[in-house]
């Protein structure tokens, strides 16, 4: 990189004044941070500052989804208002990498509601709801076992599938932006691995040390928020395989739901459905405990609506298995069928567009970093 | 509110100042058992004093010792110190903190302190000194919450202005605190207020009025007023009263508070100049480390007590970045006209420089022995022309670190009057540092005073109350 004025800018803002000024603003901060270092041992971010001089706008787009807002280097900073430097840098990076996350999204005007608009989460899923009911009571099945006694499995394929394969089209459009704004060179399987492996135990969130973040107790440290997260993470990815064996199970081995307890998609499912249930719980307590201006707040709402609709996706799966377990009447399963499938449809639809998308970007930005150590250790 | 339950109580400990020294102070105290409370006179997101600016701490070690590798003997360090103060130091005392010095890393880490590897660009010091995770800030948090799970009470912008004596003994200090003066008893005191370099008139009294021209690197907390007030009591004092540690720092820095971030490393590959555009010493004398403090007095000479340092192109990744962006411009005259330098006179200074360069090999990491011919004064090593755009130019001031005048100790960090030693008085960190360190500065070695001498004034002031 060379060290003179920053490359031309990359992004086209279309006008968006507010995602300019948060990028130079950004910029500003950086530039202290450049010259000063002390946070280098947190996280990957600063030592992937100290790369360069100059930071592009491509640079900053990098570096901001490289930061996991663990906060450490606000709370170390000595120059945090009222210091005229006024430093702030998790939350000035949480601003730039929410822009990148909207103007990547396609189409970018939904990227901007959903991630800014709880409301508009809930919207989503109250029509996520009403859609499944209504199918549910218009297309009853004549006979079928279990779930599929209220909705066909045939149905459920031809909902869920595109509901599933879109986002990931819709996803992969975003990551590609994301690449060419970044200036990745092509991706080798050994960059993707070491991505994974930092996600695998929020290396970034973990302070450096082990000692966590600082993200609920202020200037303390804390492994929670990254406790959360993981049971988060692996729960949903147990929610995820057991969905996967249970479609295998069905088209391979002929082997359709309904399965008993002791079945790997129930031991999957139900595990995960736990750990995703106390895990966004969590997270969404802790996040009413941090500070909002540490990260971006005009995405608090839709943040919380996120977590929160992923708690929902989780509780009303448990809710729902212990229900068709009993002897409760039907009409409550299919209520509470309505309700889950509901909100998973709504979770998958939003997922390009909301909070999930930054599994993604993170993941992407990881592979971008193990690219940029290879070339400048 | 918070000054009634002050006044009712007679604390144990009272430490005066919340830096390093003072927190050092007040969690030994507090771990022996001694009801400690602290007044910081800063509010509370400039706790810390200059201990929030610091990044490591110089220690000695007979093996490899946390994030410290091989060793660095007692001999050693003392070389390295008589070095810098030119021998202005009681060997006695410089000594005892040194051998402390070793033990005191441990107890940083049991008291929450994390280490790091030396931050990148400060290899030299990968040995010698441990860098704190997050910086200086990050160990004064630490310490903080430490002191608060022990029960110590801290106060913030409750800013002493007398500690009151009776035959010899401390009785209590007087507090401003929310536009009261209080007074607050306590059966010992432990004096870790810093010096007064942020007191500008004071500054200016002692070295002169240019002085008001100089930024202040550290808080403006720093003003001395305890110092003081302990002299005209008659308390011994220590240290060279006009003198103060000063680098050359980037110009554009804020007045106080700067830090770390605004230092300058570009003078052994530019030309400095002053206002009229002259070169005024060799800049390429010896490497930055052991050079950027004499700059600082050199600057101070110069008119208006500000230079510029001048760069081309070639020289610009060079060294670290700048936490301003330095000015550029295609031309001389141009680079000169947005310094607001006369172009003509920067032009021939360029110019003779240039021709002055002869043709070698250029090593930045290392003596070149790259010099000019022919031109005064001579740059020794690292003489190259300037002749490849973009210029860029950066403003320098003289930024003052710390005062060295403080009060005089003994080993066990009890603060000498006219009499004789005081009964209850112990004093810690810069407000003493001059004891040991009359002149000049090794880096980190702030830090080892502070951690140390609070340390022992800390265990001594509880000793005595329990
Ligand atoms: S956040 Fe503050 S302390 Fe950390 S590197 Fe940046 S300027 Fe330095
Ligand atoms: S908030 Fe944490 S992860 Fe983000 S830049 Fe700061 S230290 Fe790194």
């Known amino acids: 990189m060379s060290s003179d004025a920053a490359t031309p800018s990359l992004l086209q803002f279309a006008g968006d004044a507010e995602g300019e000024a948060a990028l130079a603003e950004a910029r500003r901060q950086i530039e202290i941070c450049n010259a000063c ?7 990957a971010v600063f030592p992937a500052m100290t790369r360069q001089k ?11 989804n490289l ?26 990076l949480a601003e730039v990498r929410q822009d990148s996350w909207s103007r990547c999204a396609w189409p970018a005007a939904l990227g901007r509601v959903f991630h800014r608009h709880g409301v508009a989460v809930a919207a989503a899923l109250v029509t996520g709801f009403a859609f499944l009911l209504l199918l549910i009571q218009s297309l009853r099945p004549e006979a079928g076992q279990g779930f599929y006694a209220f909705l066909s499995h045939n149905a459920m394929v031809a909902v869920f599938l595109p509901a599933f394969l879109l986002p990931l089209a819709a996803l992969a459009v975003g990551l590609r932006r994301y690449w060419r704004e970044v200036g990745g060179s092509p991706l080798r399987g050994r960059h993707l691995v070491a991505a994974f492996k930092d996600a695998a135990v929020l290396r970034n969130l973990d302070g450096g040390q082990g000692q966590g973040c600082n993200f609920e107790k202020g200037d303390r440290y804390s492994n ?10 692996y729960g949903f990815l147990l929610c995820f395989a057991a969905t996967s064996v249970a479609t295998l199970m069905h088209y391979l081995f002929d082997m359709p739901a309904p399965y008993g307890l002791f079945s790997l998609p129930k031991l999957l499912g139900l595990s995960g459905g736990l750990l995703l249930c106390l895990g966004t719980l969590r997270l969404a307590m802790l996040k009413a405990r941090g500070e909002r201006d540490l990260g971006a707040p005009r995405v608090w709402g839709g943040e919380m609506a996120f977590v929160l609709l992923l708690f929902f996706v989780s509780l009303s799966g448990l809710v729902l298995y212990a229900a068709s377990g009993t002897a409760i009447g039907t009409g409550a399963v ?21 909070k999930m998308a930054h599994g993604f970007y993170r993941l992407a930005a990881l592979a971008r970093e193990a690219q940029q150590r290879e070339a400048k250790p | 509110m918070v000054g009634r339950s002050l006044v009712e109580t007679t604390w144990d400990v009272v430490v005066v100042g ?32 200059n201990s929030r600016h610091t990044r490591n701490f110089r220690c000695m070690h007979r093996g490899p010792l946390s994030v410290l590798t091989d060793t660095y003997e ?41 280490f790091q590897p030396s931050l990148s660009g400060t290899l030299s010091l990968s040995r010698t000194n441990a860098f704190f995770l997050g910086g200086g800030k990050a160990l004064v948090n630490a310490y903080y919450n430490t002191a608060e799970d022990l029960g110590v009470r801290a106060v913030y912008e409750a800013q002493v202005v007398h500690v009151g004596l009776e035959d010899g003994r401390f009785t209590h200090v007087e507090v401003e605190l929310g536009g009261e003066t209080l007074r607050v008893e306590g059966k010992a005191v432990v004096l870790a207020a810093g010096g007064f370099q942020a007191d500008i008139d004071w500054l200016a009294r002692a070295w002169g009025p240019s002085a008001r021209n100089f930024l202040i690197r550290g808080t403006p907390y720093n003003r001395g007023v305890v110092l003081k007030d302990l002299l005209d009591q008659g308390a011994e004092s220590i240290g060279d009263p006009t003198q103060c540690h000063a680098v050359a720092i980037d110009g554009r820095a804020p007045k106080y508070d700067g830090g770390i971030a605004t230092r300058i490393d570009c003078v052994p590959f530019s030309i400095v100049v002053n206002r009229d555009g002259q070169r005024f010493y060799d800049e390429g004398e010896d490497v930055w480390p052991k050079r950027y403090a004499i700059w600082g007095r050199l600057v101070a000479a110069q008119p208006d007590q500000m230079a510029y340092a001048i760069i081309d192109h070639k020289s610009i990744d060079l060294f670290m970045p700048t936490v301003f962006p330095p000015v550029k411009a295609e031309t001389i005259e141009g680079l000169a006209q947005r310094l607001g330098l006369p172009a ?7 110019e003779g420089f240039n021709r002055a360069c002869r043709e070698g090999t250029f090593h930045p990491t290392e003596l070149d022995g790259l010099a000019t011919e022919g031109v005064s004064p001579e740059k020794t090593n690292w003489a190259r022309p300037l002749d490849t755009p973009p210029y860029y130019g950066y403003l320098l001031r003289p930024g003052v670190t710390f005062t060295y005048l403080g009060l005089k100790v003994d080993e066990t960090a009890r603060v000498t009057g006219q009499n004789g030693r005081y009964a209850n008085i112990w004093a810690a960190g810069e407000i003493m540092a001059g004891n040991v360190l009359g002149e000049g500065y090794l880096a980190g070695f702030g830090m080892t005073i502070g951690t140390v001498f609070g340390r022992i004034a800390g265990r001594e002031a509880a000793d005595h109350v329990l």
Not at chain 1, 37 to 42: D, P, S, T
Not at chain 2, 344 to 350: D, W, Y
């Open chain 1, 334 to 354: 299919s209520w509470l069928l309505a309700l889950h499938l509901g909100s998973v449809l709504a979770f998958f639809l939003l997922t390009p567009y909301s």
């Open chain 1, 224 to 233: 929670e928020r990254r406790f959360a997260h993981q049971a988060t993470l």
């Open chain 2, 344 to 350: 003509p006179a920067l032009k021939e200074t360029v």
């Open chain 1, 37 to 43: 270092r002390y946070c280098e041992g947190f996280c």
């Open chain 1, 54 to 64: 100059a930071f592009s706008d491509g640079d900053m787009t990098q570096l901001a």
């Open chain 2, 18 to 49: 919340g830096g390093n020294a003072a927190l050092c102070a007040a969690i030994t105290a507090a771990e022996k058992g001694a009801s400690v409370l602290i007044l910081e006179g800063a509010p509370k997101p400039y706790r810390g004093g």
């Open chain 1, 67 to 92: 930061c996991h807002n663990c906060r450490g280097c606000y709370y170390s900073c000595q120059y945090t208002a009222p210091h005229e430097f006024d430093l702030n840098v998790p939350g000035i």
């Open chain 2, 74 to 114: 007692e001999e050693e360090y003392f070389q390295d110190l008589l070095v810098v103060t030119k021998g202005k130091t009681d060997e006695g005392l410089a000594r005892m903190a040194i051998r402390e010095s070793e033990a005191c890393l441990p107890w940083m880490e049991a008291h929450g302190v994390r």
